[in-house]
């Protein structure tokens, strides 16, 4: 009886076939692009849940901020807490029309169950005067109010309080929480005039 052959046998002068060695330049290329893209998805996560950059694009915060700074903005802020009167917040713009924005940049004033009146050129908050070191000039656009802020909802304005230089909640009156996106922590750009909010 003849033997089979074996199947697992290898002819004599060949070995099994293996991968030729890749160039170090290609592995080093591999390893890049793996790095660049763990970078690419830690900084588009960032981004959506924790901050995000925002450009001024009105005269509505000035002084205190002015067209084309870049403003770093902290979206876990309001995760963990809820805002508060005097935070610069970034929020969806709430109004309708041709002049509507994506997002606008405010400052709380008043937060719920605040009692708000603008008389006189001063804004009163539960009938106290409220002093307002961050503006420059006494509101112009004429006495507004008593309101008092709904549950989940805040009274938002600009610092600027010339004639017709901020849109803001005496317009569309007062924003539901789940507008505001992120509070605005500092001025990033431009470099000379870096600084906290």
């Known amino acids: ?12 002068g060949r070995t099994r076939a293996s991968r030729p060695e890749r160039p170090a330049w290609a592995k080093e290329l591999r390893d890049w692009a793996k790095a660049l893209l763990v970078a690419l998805v830690v900084v588009v996560l960032l981004r959506a849940y924790v901050f995000q950059l925002s450009t001024v694009k ?11 700074q870049w403003l770093f903005v902290n979206k876990l802020s309001y995760r963990f807490g809820s ?15 041709p002049d509507r924005k994506s997002l606008l940049v ?16 001063h804004l009163y908050v539960n009938g106290e005067l409220r002093i307002e070191p961050y503006t420059d ?14 549950e989940g909802h ?22 539901p929480e789940s507008f ?9 750009w431009p470099i000379t005039r870096w600084s906290g909010l």
């Open 1 to 12: 009886m003849s033997e089979r052959p074996s199947f697992d046998a290898v002819t004599p």
């Open 58 to 68: 009105s005269i509505s915060m000035e002084p205190t901020l002015h067209e084309k």
């Open 83 to 97: 805002p508060d009167r005097g935070d610069v917040v970034i929020l969806k713009d709430p109004s309708d029309g």
């Open 106 to 121: 405010k400052r709380v004033i008043g937060i719920p169950g605040d009692k708000l009146e603008i008389r006189g050129g």
């Open 137 to 150: 000039s006494p509101i112009e656009d004429g006495d507004f109010g008593p309101v008092t802020v709904s």
């Open 154 to 175: 805040y009274f938002v304005m600009g610092d600027n309080r010339h004639l017709g230089s901020s849109k803001d909640s005496r317009t569309f009156d007062e924003v």
């Open 180 to 188: 505001i996106k992120g509070r605005a922590e500092a001025i990033l």
